[in-house]
């Protein structure tokens, strides 16, 4: 079992649909919960930030984590196309690298 | 600018042929990753420094690479005796204080 899974899609929506991406971890030691969206030939560029269970939102977008579950997810609200990338659930441990799950490619369409 | 640089952005080789990548992390950032990204994965760790010293390598890091920051600023990747198996995009990112990384565009390296 790798430590994080994560659905790699592709996963359609249409524009202003509510956008739901999950993964699964299975290392307890994982303390930081990010998400990262990437676009082609691009680095990953961060957009959210936590570290404890709850939820936590930022414009459009909501993080959620449970650490009970060792399952979390991202939210987009009102989807635009420019919201089309591929989404990088990542985790780590204090202090320490980051584990990426596979990413999700999402495609908005008009 | 003041996000994380690297350096060449496309490198395209001939099997066998050494080559470095340099990267410039983000101002007054003391720790610096090396990640390694293939066609339709994430990225996976493959080194990281703490100001110049070099605290961690992942067993993807084969004795034909090698990684420096020599003043803990700016870093370089190098590989050596390049095989088709290292096509692939080659990311840093940096980081301070518990902070989470931020990462440049990477160098996408392919071999002919």
Known sequence: QKEVEQDPGPLSVPEGAIVSLNCTYSNSAFQYFMWY????????????????????????????VDKSSKYISLFIRDSQPSDSATYLCAMSARDDKIIFGKGTRLHILP | ?????????????????NVTF????????????????????????????QNEAQLEKSRLLSDRFSAE?????????????????DSAMYLCASTINNQPQHFGDGTRLSIL
């Not at chain 2, 920051?69 to 198996?85: D, H, M, N, V, W």
Request: glycine letters at 10%; hydrophobic letters at 20%; proline letters at 6%.
């Open chain 2, 22 to 49: 340099r990267c410039d992390p983000i101002s007054e950032h003391n720790r610096l990753y090396w990640y390694r990204q293939t066609l339709g994965q994430g990225p996976e760790f493959l080194t990281y420094f």
């Open chain 2, 1 to 17: 600018d003041t996000g994380v640089s690297q350096d060449p952005r496309h490198k395209i080789t001939k099997r066998g042929q």
């Open chain 1, 37 to 64: 969206r990437q676009y082609s030939r691009k680095g990953p560029e961060l957009l959210m930030y936590t570290y404890s269970s709850g939820n936590k939102e930022d414009g459009r977008f909501t993080a959620q």
């Open chain 2, 69 to 85: 920051r020599p003043k803990g600023s700016f870093s370089t990747l190098e590989i050596q005796r390049t095989e088709q198996g």
